[in-house]
């Protein structure tokens, strides 16, 4: 049984979640040849403020950017 949990920042939609969760299904089923059913996908948004890289939280970091 696969089981994968992706963490991302908010902001997806829900299409796009779709999306993750069909290809993931998917790359499962063709590359190691996992049955769909059993497949298990759990996706986790996570703050801005909440998530951190290079030295800085992610809503900080953006805000540098613009």
Do not use: C
């Not at 991302?8 to 299409?15: K, M």
């Not at 497949?39 to 540098?64: C, P, Y």
């Amino acid at each position: 049984m696969p089981y994968i949990n992706l963490q991302i920042t908010q902001g997806a939609t829900r299409e796009q979640k779709e999306r993750i969760v069909s290809e993931f299904t998917s790359t499962l089923a063709r590359v190691l040849n996992k049955r769909p059913e059993h497949t298990h996908i759990v996706i986790q948004e996570v703050a801005e403020e909440n998530w951190g890289f290079a030295g800085m939280l992610t809503d900080d970091f953006r805000k540098s950017q613009s």
